[in-house]
């Protein structure tokens, strides 16, 4: 098994920087790839932003060169950095790994005010 534990988000203002933190334990050997998606309200969950363990990334075509995401493997932590944050981006973000299944932590609000 593998648990995931999200933190970071918060409100913030258009134009503003949050950054988001996810640390894994667990079966930690066994993540591939590890992301972050987000769900606004009445809407599905997407992916934001995705990262393999070789360090290959992408991006929703809706965040590219505002967010970055980053691994830490000796951490085993994945993290989120938003820049210049839209009210469209509010919404709770979940940290994600892939093993043999996907794993979800519990999720952090991001709000963003105009």
């Known amino acids: 098994q593998v648990q995931l534990v999200e933190s970071g988000g918060g409100l913030v203002q258009a134009g503003g920087s949050l950054r988001l933190s996810c640390t894994a334990s667990?079966?930690?050997?066994?993540?591939?790839?590890m992301g972050w998606y987000r769900q606004a309200p009445g809407k599905q969950r997407e992916l934001v932003a995705g990262?393999?363990?070789?360090?290959?990334?992408n991006y929703a075509d809706s965040v590219k060169g505002r967010f970055t995401i980053s691994r830490d493997n000796a951490k085993n932590m994945v993290y989120l950095q938003m820049n210049s944050l839209k009210p469209e981006d509010t919404a709770v973000y979940y940290c994600?790994?892939?093993?043999?299944?996907?794993?979800w932590g519990q999720g952090t609000q991001v709000t963003v005010s105009s």
């Open positions: 994600n790994a892939v093993t043999i299944r996907h794993w």
């Open positions: 667990g079966s930690i050997f066994s993540i591939n790839a």
């Open positions: 990262i393999t363990s070789g360090g290959s990334t």
